[in-house]
């Protein structure tokens, strides 16, 4: 599926808005005792932290089952052909938080072209993740999360948020 230029450019200046955000990522759940400045992170991949990492492109979107509030599930495999910007993060990850906002936005504004879904990383706390995003007006976006956590591990980033976009 070809992709109007408007929706081109507005995926691209999302991510740039994304990857400015993404430079301060949250690694809240490290261990260590404070994040290391932004020039000196970078990925599972050796991709810089807030850069776009093109190493998987024409890979197919994965194989993972995603839940929602009321046990309904989406398998990622069923949106094959579709563009999709799937986004991994966490309540508790405040540079996570501040791009929500952002995220609602162009959720709503593409709806008939593109699916913003939202992953929480919130190990298994589906019951927090919807309010809180209804708690703060995040009404487009879908309260998601992938109950065993493996997608963080498929990414290989190692840190919130991460934005991942497929085309069709």
């Not at 993404?22 to 290391?36: E, T």
Request: charge should be neutral; include cysteine.
């Amino acid at each position: 599926m070809f992709l109007s230029r408007s929706l081109k450019l507005i995926v691209l200046g999302h991510a740039a808005v994304i990857g400015a955000v993404m430079l301060g990522g949250c690694d809240r759940q490290s261990g260590q005792d404070a994040q290391p400045q932004a020039s000196e992170t970078s990925t599972a991949n050796d991709v810089p932290a807030g850069a776009v990492d093109r190493s998987h492109r024409g890979s197919q979107i994965p194989e993972f089952v995603l839940t929602d509030a009321k046990g309904g599930e989406l398998r990622l495999s069923s949106l094959k052909g579709k563009p999709v910007l799937l986004n991994l993060w966490a309540t508790w990850c405040r540079p996570c938080i501040t791009e929500l906002p952002l995220l609602n936005k162009l959720a709503k504004d593409r709806a008939a072209d593109l699916r913003v879904l939202a992953v929480s990383q919130d190990s298994q706390e589906l019951g927090r993740v919807a309010p809180f995003l209804a708690d703060r007006g995040l009404n487009t976006l879908e309260p998601w999360i992938e109950p065993k956590n493996d997608l963080s591990f498929h990414y290989q980033t190692g840190q919130l948020p991460t934005t991942i976009y497929y085309d069709a």
